[in-house]
């Protein structure tokens, strides 16, 4: 409904807990917000790895009866929103099979740019493939792997694919941990008392009440077993590119990406960007709850009240009955809902984390406009977005994005708004603290860290228009 890059995926890995399913399960539940298409855990009691997974939300897929039959002191879990490959159950995850090195069971967040490559590749040489996803392709070549040992087996599959990939594996009895050598997508290492905990952010630590120790580093496989955590390099140093879109949207604020506080790193978007587009108004409102961070700092830097103007129903869910009566803007106004008291007669500064094709943005504003305020200046708090990634979000075609093919003007006509400003690059790259070579940006530069062969760039924008949310359309 909302005009939103999806949210990708989130992985989380356990070893040594007496309740590892259960502890994946709430850590699962913490990373909801990386994908709601569906859920998955597998887990090991040391010499069976039992798998169960579902279509839907992870409070919906599993109960005390599903959680009981996954028994074991070790398990991983993954939350979806597909970016290669159908919306459907035989694309959840974790992935199991079983094959001559034994079962094992792999989670996936990120995506491989070389997939079809590969994939044409095994199938050529007899692969059956089950499911449309790419991270099937990392388990056909550690099946075809003739080395002895699980770890060596890993690694010689997971040198063969490119793009990004943060993955948690799981075998009878060990737990693997593997990044790309770019670090495109977080992945983080704690403990929870003799246990070890990986995931994809720090907030479903701090659920289990597990303790964060630091990050799975770019290019770094983690081995955790009986005998302890064992770090291999099988990966050349990579020049860094951490996705700085988990800083502006995708991250919880309450977490840690990349080694820094989302929260303080979207208030600094939000300060930085009032100093550099300031305008004369009465009140600042964000677009809940991704532009509330920023818009924070964006009142503090500018000395315009925050007032919470858009109030948000938490209680939609991917679908809904929508009246056959028009309603206009119903599909943003089942989600969002002005307040009139704080809007009327009001100058408002209306700021949010992205605009992707604009229709949502619009339609805010029009909504703003009707109840009744006197100006509408729409503040963003990352540049424009002018490229599709292919690094594991779902994003449009360039085509479809707005600020790919207006200008700065054109889009202020589309939304109708009094002035459109966006963040620059250099304002985002010194709220993240960081310098632009350890970040990838492609979506605003047009830059890919690690280049998709022009037939795989294709497949993955056909891939990406596969998997299109199953909402009604928006009036």
Known sequence: MLDKFKDECGVFGIFGHPEAANMTYLGLYALQHRGQESAGIAASDGS???????????ADTFDSAALSQLS???AIGHVRYSTAGESRLSNAQPILIDCAHGQIALCHNGNLVNARELRDELVRQGSIFQSSSDTEVILHLYARSKARACEDAIVESVFQVQGA????????DRLVAVRDPHGFRPLALGRLDNAYVVCSETCAMDLIGATYEREVEPGEVLVISDSGVRSLRPFAPAPLAHCVFEHVYFARPDSYVFGRSVNEVRTNLGRILAREQPIDADVVVPVPDSGVCAAMGFAEESGVPLRMGLIRNHYVGRTFIQPQAAIRHFGVKVKLNPVRSILEGRRVILVDDSIVRGTTSRKIVGMVRAAGAKEVHVRISCPPTISPCFYGVDTPSKSELIAATHTIGEIREFLEADSVAYLSLEGMMSAVGSEKSSYCSSCYTGYYPVECPSDET???QLALKLDKEKEPVAN
């Open 72 to 74: 074991g002191t070790l």
């Open 165 to 172: 990939f943060s993955l948690v594996m799981l075998t009878r």
């Open 458 to 460: 294709r497949y993955l």
């Open 48 to 58: 069976r790895v039992r798998v169960s997974r579902a279509m839907g939300y992870v």
